[in-house]
């Protein structure tokens, strides 16, 4: 092979690589595959929006959003008015939300025995055994939930990982698209605050 082919084909191979990083899919997979060798360490940011409450677009819960839990049980959003919800929405093919885990993990371990507030991690595709799988094999103590119903848009749009925090009346209280740490004491605070009022 002559010289300028090897040019070509290595600018071929060099695009159809940067194509395959940008495409939302692959970019998702090669994140996972370097993380796994060790090459990409996921920067974990506190979300902004947790500061300050979304009172523009706070909109009391739809009565016909449910979940179900891992034993089985439908949990019907409206029937947790009095506590603070936190709902993050996740698939296990997503090397973000599988990143964001372990901090949402710490953040579920300061508040499981608080009887005023529910975490809802929601596997958006219903793959109860991968998501079983992932919280073994992560050593996770998050309970897994699935879809029952339609999500509102204004929860979920298009991206994951996204993380919606309900106030004690249903109301939105935050809205975060993309990966964050929910283990800094700026979360904690912003969900205690919440529980108090």
Do not use: H
């Given at each position: 092979m002559n010289p300028k082919t090897k040019k070509i084909i290595g600018n071929v191979v060099?695009?159809?690589?940067?194509?395959?990083?940008?495409?939302?899919?692959?970019?998702?997979?090669?994140?996972?595959?370097?993380?796994?060798?060790?090459?990409?360490?996921?920067?974990?940011?506190?979300?902004?929006?947790?500061?300050?409450?979304i009172d523009a677009v706070a909109k009391p819960v739809s009565n016909t959003v449910s979940f179900v839990n891992p034993l089985g049980e439908t949990i019907q959003v409206a029937?947790?008015?009095?506590?603070?919800?936190?709902?993050n929405f996740w698939a296990t093919w997503c090397g973000p939300c599988r990143a964001e885990m372990p901090s949402i993990n710490v953040l579920y371990d300061k508040f499981k025995d608080n009887p005023n507030i529910v975490f809802l991690i929601v596997e958006i595709e219903g793959d109860k055994e991968k998501a079983a799988a992932f919280v073994k094999n992560e050593k996770l103590t998050l309970p897994i939930s699935y879809p029952n119903s339609d999500i509102p848009k204004e929860w979920l749009s298009e991206s994951i990982p996204s993380t919606v925090i309900l106030d004690k009346n249903g109301n939105l209280a935050t809205r975060h698209e993309g990966m964050a740490d929910y283990s800094t004491p700026d979360v904690a605070t912003f969900i205690q605050d919440l529980i108090n009022k």
């Open positions: 060099f695009v159809l690589f940067i194509g395959l990083l940008i495409w939302p899919t692959s970019r998702s997979y090669f994140q996972q595959l370097l993380m796994k060798i060790g090459l990409f360490k996921p920067k974990l940011e506190v979300p902004k929006q947790v500061a300050e409450p029937d947790l008015k009095g506590k603070v919800v936190f709902i």
